[in-house]
């Protein structure tokens, strides 16, 4: 089985930095695409970023400039860099590791005090 466990979530003020890692259970494949979605309450999940193994980095508008996403495409680890967080941020954080379909983490709750 696939499992994706995200870490690095919390709460922190806004201005400041926050870094989330995600980590993949032992698998014979190397996913072809691994990102970021987040979900704020009452809203529909959305992109924060994706990066394809073989492709341009993808991030939301919002979030440019802000974020850096980077993997490890050997242990199927992902990464994202969040600085200078806004309250707009706050939202669940889900991993996401893409190969013939989509697998998620549970998530991880970050909250950005104003």
């Known amino acids: 089985q696939v499992h994706l466990v995200e870490s690095g979530g919390g709460l922190v003020q806004a201005g400041g930095s926050l870094r989330l890692s995600c980590a993949t259970s032992?698998?014979?494949?190397?996913?072809?695409?691994m990102g970021w979605y987040r979900q704020a309450p009452g809203k529909q999940r959305e992109l924060v970023a994706l990066?394809?193994?073989?492709?341009?980095?993808s991030y939301a508008d919002s979030v440019k400039g802000r974020f850096t996403i980077s993997r490890d495409l050997n242990e199927n680890r992902v990464y994202l860099q969040m600085n200078s967080l806004k309250p707009e941020d706050t939202a669940v954080y889900y991993c996401?590791?893409?190969?013939?379909?989509?697998?998620w983490g549970q998530g991880t709750q970050v909250t950005v005090s104003s």
């Open positions: 996401l590791g893409r190969f013939a379909e989509d697998y």
């Open positions: 032992t698998i014979p494949f190397r996913f072809i695409a």
């Open positions: 990066q394809p193994t073989n492709n341009r980095t």
